[in-house]
Protein backbone atom coordinates (compact mmCIF):
# COMPACT_ATOMS: atom_id res chain seq x y z
CA UNK A 1 0.00 0.00 0.00
CA UNK A 2 2.48 2.63 0.96
CA UNK A 3 4.44 1.63 -2.37
CA UNK A 4 1.27 2.46 -4.42
CA UNK A 5 1.03 5.63 -2.29
CA UNK A 6 4.09 6.93 -2.90
CA UNK A 7 3.88 6.51 -6.90
CA UNK A 8 0.43 7.90 -7.18
CA UNK A 9 2.00 11.04 -4.67
CA UNK A 10 5.19 10.91 -7.50
CA UNK A 11 2.79 11.18 -10.33
CA UNK A 12 2.39 14.99 -9.52
CA UNK A 13 5.92 15.75 -10.58
CA UNK A 14 5.29 15.24 -14.58
CA UNK A 15 1.79 16.48 -14.21
CA UNK A 16 3.62 19.22 -12.93
CA UNK A 17 6.32 19.51 -15.84
CA UNK A 18 3.66 18.48 -18.04
CA UNK A 19 2.03 21.89 -17.41
CA UNK A 20 5.27 23.98 -17.45
CA UNK A 21 6.04 23.20 -20.03
CA UNK A 22 3.45 21.88 -22.74
CA UNK A 23 1.09 24.48 -20.99
CA UNK A 24 -1.96 22.53 -22.58
CA UNK A 25 -4.36 24.93 -20.95
CA UNK A 26 -2.72 28.44 -21.90
CA UNK A 27 0.20 30.22 -20.38
CA UNK A 28 -1.76 31.88 -17.59
CA UNK A 29 -3.66 28.64 -16.42
CA UNK A 30 -1.20 26.35 -16.84
CA UNK A 31 1.23 28.15 -14.82
CA UNK A 32 -1.17 28.85 -11.79
CA UNK A 33 -2.72 24.83 -12.13
CA UNK A 34 1.45 24.18 -12.02
CA UNK A 35 2.11 26.57 -9.06
CA UNK A 36 -0.44 25.36 -7.21
CA UNK A 37 0.18 21.46 -7.42
CA UNK A 38 3.45 22.64 -6.67
CA UNK A 39 2.52 23.44 -3.24
CA UNK A 40 -0.11 21.54 -2.53
CA UNK A 41 1.83 18.63 -3.07
CA UNK A 42 4.62 19.90 -0.79
CA UNK A 43 1.71 20.03 1.67
CA UNK A 44 0.84 16.80 1.36
CA UNK A 45 3.91 14.44 0.13
CA UNK A 46 6.30 16.11 3.24
CA UNK A 47 4.16 15.00 6.38
CA UNK A 48 3.58 11.68 4.73
CA UNK A 49 7.36 10.83 4.49
CA UNK A 50 7.28 12.03 7.57
CA UNK A 51 5.23 9.74 8.89
CA UNK A 52 6.30 6.39 6.72
CA UNK A 53 10.19 7.14 7.39
CA UNK A 54 10.82 4.46 8.92
CA UNK A 55 8.18 1.82 6.95
CA UNK A 56 10.17 1.52 3.91
CA UNK A 57 13.85 1.60 2.85
CA UNK A 58 14.93 5.09 2.04
CA UNK A 59 16.76 3.89 -0.93
CA UNK A 60 14.94 1.14 -2.64
CA UNK A 61 11.89 2.03 -1.43
CA UNK A 62 11.06 -1.82 -0.10
CA UNK A 63 8.25 -1.51 2.54
CA UNK A 64 8.50 -3.64 6.03
CA UNK A 65 10.97 -3.87 8.16
CA UNK A 66 14.13 -1.51 8.06
CA UNK A 67 16.54 -2.05 10.89
CA UNK A 68 19.51 0.55 9.75
CA UNK A 69 18.46 4.04 10.36
CA UNK A 70 19.58 6.79 8.21
CA UNK A 71 18.84 10.07 9.83
CA UNK A 72 18.60 13.09 7.25
CA UNK A 73 18.77 16.64 7.80
CA UNK A 74 16.77 19.29 5.49
CA UNK A 75 14.23 21.71 4.93
CA UNK A 76 11.34 19.49 6.88
CA UNK A 77 13.86 19.49 9.62
CA UNK A 78 15.85 16.18 10.86
CA UNK A 79 14.09 12.76 10.04
CA UNK A 80 15.17 9.39 11.19
CA UNK A 81 14.65 7.38 7.70
CA UNK A 82 14.91 3.54 7.30
CA UNK A 83 16.81 1.36 5.36
CA UNK A 84 16.19 -2.33 4.58
CA UNK A 85 20.64 -3.35 4.81
CA UNK A 86 23.64 -1.93 5.22
CA UNK A 87 24.30 -1.69 1.80
CA UNK A 88 21.33 0.70 0.87
CA UNK A 89 22.05 2.70 4.15
CA UNK A 90 25.43 3.47 2.94
CA UNK A 91 24.29 3.88 -0.59
CA UNK A 92 22.38 6.49 0.27
CA UNK A 93 24.62 8.54 2.64
CA UNK A 94 27.16 8.58 -0.27
CA UNK A 95 23.86 10.37 -2.02
CA UNK A 96 23.10 13.15 0.04
CA UNK A 97 27.32 13.56 0.62
CA UNK A 98 27.35 14.03 -3.10
CA UNK A 99 24.59 16.28 -3.56
CA UNK A 100 25.26 18.58 -0.62
CA UNK A 101 28.76 19.00 -1.46
CA UNK A 102 27.94 20.10 -4.87
CA UNK A 103 24.47 21.92 -3.57
CA UNK A 104 25.43 25.20 -5.55
CA UNK A 105 25.93 23.45 -8.56
CA UNK A 106 22.98 21.37 -8.57
CA UNK A 107 21.03 24.34 -7.27
CA UNK A 108 21.97 26.34 -10.23
CA UNK A 109 21.48 23.34 -12.34
CA UNK A 110 17.72 22.96 -11.41
CA UNK A 111 16.23 26.22 -10.23
CA UNK A 112 18.07 28.68 -12.23
CA UNK A 113 15.88 27.11 -16.14
CA UNK A 114 13.07 26.18 -13.63
CA UNK A 115 12.88 30.44 -12.62
CA UNK A 116 13.79 31.33 -16.36
CA UNK A 117 11.27 29.07 -17.41
CA UNK A 118 8.37 30.27 -15.26
CA UNK A 119 9.49 34.05 -15.70
CA UNK A 120 9.19 33.47 -19.33
CA UNK A 121 5.91 31.80 -18.98
CA UNK A 122 4.72 34.82 -16.41
CA UNK A 123 6.30 37.51 -18.89
CA UNK A 124 3.81 35.72 -21.70
CA UNK A 125 0.81 36.13 -19.86
CA UNK A 126 1.47 39.68 -19.01
CA UNK A 127 1.88 40.30 -22.82
CA UNK A 128 5.50 40.26 -23.09
CA UNK A 129 7.49 37.43 -24.82
CA UNK A 130 10.93 37.91 -24.05
CA UNK A 131 11.80 34.12 -24.78
CA UNK A 132 10.05 32.29 -27.61
CA UNK A 133 8.15 29.32 -25.35
CA UNK A 134 10.02 26.48 -27.16
CA UNK A 135 13.01 27.71 -26.93
CA UNK A 136 12.42 28.17 -23.29
CA UNK A 137 11.08 24.48 -22.81
CA UNK A 138 13.98 23.39 -24.33
CA UNK A 139 16.77 25.43 -22.07
CA UNK A 140 14.57 23.81 -19.28
CA UNK A 141 14.95 20.05 -20.58
CA UNK A 142 18.75 20.62 -21.49
CA UNK A 143 20.64 22.07 -18.71
CA UNK A 144 17.88 20.10 -15.99
CA UNK A 145 18.95 17.02 -18.01
CA UNK A 146 22.80 17.41 -17.62
CA UNK A 147 22.56 18.45 -14.64
CA UNK A 148 20.04 15.04 -12.84
CA UNK A 149 21.76 12.41 -15.47
CA UNK A 150 25.48 13.69 -14.31
CA UNK A 151 24.30 13.79 -10.33
CA UNK A 152 22.50 10.45 -10.93
CA UNK A 153 26.13 8.57 -12.04
CA UNK A 154 28.82 10.68 -9.70
CA UNK A 155 27.48 10.49 -6.50
CA UNK A 156 28.79 7.09 -6.17
CA UNK A 157 31.71 8.25 -6.31
CA UNK A 158 31.41 10.29 -2.83
CA UNK A 159 32.33 8.51 0.35
CA UNK A 160 29.75 8.06 2.77
CA UNK A 161 28.35 11.04 4.58
CA UNK A 162 28.29 10.54 8.48
CA UNK A 163 25.45 12.98 9.01
CA UNK A 164 23.73 13.30 5.82
CA UNK A 165 21.92 16.38 4.53
CA UNK A 166 19.48 16.60 1.92
CA UNK A 167 20.10 19.51 -0.94
CA UNK A 168 16.72 17.97 -2.60
CA UNK A 169 13.65 18.08 -1.12
CA UNK A 170 13.86 14.88 1.11
CA UNK A 171 9.71 13.94 0.25
CA UNK A 172 10.55 13.67 -3.47
CA UNK A 173 13.40 11.02 -3.40
CA UNK A 174 11.08 9.09 -0.75
CA UNK A 175 8.18 9.08 -2.06
CA UNK A 176 9.60 6.79 -5.10
CA UNK A 177 12.98 4.93 -2.85
CA UNK A 178 16.15 6.93 -3.96
CA UNK A 179 17.16 4.65 -6.23
CA UNK A 180 13.99 4.16 -8.33
CA UNK A 181 14.33 8.13 -8.41
CA UNK A 182 17.51 8.33 -9.88
CA UNK A 183 16.74 6.06 -12.48
CA UNK A 184 13.56 8.24 -13.25
CA UNK A 185 16.64 10.79 -13.69
CA UNK A 186 18.73 9.04 -16.44
CA UNK A 187 16.03 8.25 -18.11
CA UNK A 188 13.70 10.85 -18.63
CA UNK A 189 16.98 12.88 -18.72
CA UNK A 190 18.63 10.97 -21.32
CA UNK A 191 15.88 11.16 -23.79
CA UNK A 192 15.32 14.76 -22.91
CA UNK A 193 18.79 15.36 -24.00
CA UNK A 194 18.56 12.97 -27.04
CA UNK A 195 15.51 14.72 -27.98
CA UNK A 196 17.46 17.58 -28.25
CA UNK A 197 20.53 16.75 -30.21
CA UNK A 198 18.44 15.35 -33.17
CA UNK A 199 16.00 18.90 -32.98
CA UNK A 200 19.10 20.33 -33.40
CA UNK A 201 20.66 18.56 -36.31
CA UNK A 202 17.24 18.28 -37.38
CA UNK A 203 15.22 21.77 -36.78
Known amino acids: MLVLQGIALFAFVPLVLGLFLRQPLGPALSLACGVALMIGHRAVAAPWAARHARQRCLWCGRPGTAPHEVTVTGTAGTI ?4 CTAAHAAAARRFFAFTHRYRAALGVGIVAPL ?10 V ?3 EVIPHAVNALQFRVIVAATVVTASLAYATAPPSDAPRSAFPIHNLFLLGIRHTLWVFRLVGGWWLIAAVVRAFHP
Open 126 to 128: LGV
Open 80 to 83: PFGA
Open 115 to 124: IVLLGGTLLR
